[in-house]
């Protein structure tokens, strides 16, 4: 009896030691482990350009809602672009963004490390950081309040070859271009000679440019080339060391900065060479009036001090 006893109560322990260890056994090796395997291996090749494009959703709705001028709301257009700015403060392998409309395009240098290369983290983290900076951004530049949450798509695009990403540039710009005109026409259409959107459709049905053109100077006395290049090249944004009158350091001090060039020429990769050569940004001579976008980064405070903090390693030293 007394050896029953002896055995029952190195049972019941054996039991209680089994129980409190089982979690942790069965999450390090449990039978439904196998799962993991069915996770697929998105790393991207090596040296390639990656480029992010991340979209608007429904902006067709999202534009009508919250009151965009039209065609362009320079504004919002600048909520883009500061979002944009944001995630080339926080992701510094970007070596250029592009945007236009409710679109932006990031390229990561070929040799980007970020993330092991790892496809759906860079997606993901761009995309969402995009679109929490968006509504983070809205109010410094829209007067109406957000009236509900934007979103966005995301897509990875790899281009093998600098002329390959060039062209990817230049087929954006390209389309900045025949949208931009399109949509100036048929506004004034319809805007200032009170025509049906059908109508205006109509009226410039099978048209080329150059008859958009004619129509805006003759109708309306526009030079189309004299409108705004924000909407007329979209925004490039580049890291450079800003040369700003009244500011003592020789060097300049960096900030992502946006320019409004014609990426399609080949003057500009020459102008840019810290795009597709080695990454040392170049200068960046502020006009007589610092666009806001560069006066946040640089003035104020908070932003500021953020904003420094946060320089490439390999760029130390230059702001
Ligand atoms: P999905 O992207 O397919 O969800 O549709 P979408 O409605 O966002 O259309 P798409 O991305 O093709 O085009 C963007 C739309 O955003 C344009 O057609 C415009 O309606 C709107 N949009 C973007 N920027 C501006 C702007 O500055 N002013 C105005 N008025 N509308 C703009
Ligand atoms: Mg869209």
Redesign the pocket.
């Known amino acids: 009896m007394r050896f029953l006893g002896l055995l029952n109560k190195l049972n019941s322990l054996l039991i209680k030691t089994t129980a409190r260890e089982l979690p942790k056994r069965s999450m390090a090796c449990s039978r439904y482990e196998y799962v993991k395997t069915y996770e697929q291996d998105d790393t991207i090749l090596p040296n390639v350009w990656i480029v992010i494009r991340i979209?608007?959703?429904?902006?067709?709705?999202?534009?009508?809602t919250h009151n965009?001028?039209?065609?362009?709301?320079e504004n919002?257009?600048n909520v883009m672009n500061a979002a944009a700015t944001a995630v080339m403060q926080e992701f510094r392998d970007v070596v250029l963004a592009y945007g236009q409309?409710?679109?932006y395009s990031f390229v990561f240098r070929k040799e980007t490390a970020a993330f092991k290369r790892r496809s759906a983290k860079l997606l993901t983290y761009v995309t969402s950081l995009f679109s929490t900076s968006y509504v983070m951004q809205w109010s410094k530049w829209m007067s109406l309040p957000l009236a509900y949450a934007p979103c966005f798509?995301g897509r990875v695009v790899l281009y093998p070859s600098d002329e390959n990403l060039r062209d990817y540039l230049s087929w954006r710009q390209a389309d900045v271009h025949v949208n931009n005109l399109y949509n100036t026409a048929f506004w004034k259409l319809v805007l200032d000679s009170g025509l049906s959107n059908q109508t205006a459709e109509e009226r410039l049905r099978g048209t080329f440019s150059a008859d958009k053109n004619e129509l805006l100077f003759q109708e309306f006395g526009i030079n189309y080339n004299n409108l705004p290049a924000m909407y007329r090249k979209g925004t490039i944004l580049l890291r450079k060391r800003v040369i700003s009158d009244g500011d003592n350091d020789q060097n300049g001090r960096q900030a992502i900065v946006p320019l409004h060039e014609d990426l399609i020429s080949s003057h500009f990769w020459k102008v840019h060479t810290e795009i597709l050569g080695k990454y040392v940004p170049g200068t960046y001579t502020a006009p007589e009036i610092m666009p806001r976008l560069v006066d946040l980064q640089l003035n104020t405070k908070q932003e500021k001090g953020d904003y420094e903090k946060k320089q490439p390693e390999n760029l130390a030293g230059i702001s």
């Open positions: 979209d608007g959703k429904k902006f067709h709705k999202f534009s009508k965009f001028e039209k065609p362009n709301d919002a257009l409309s409710d679109e798509d």
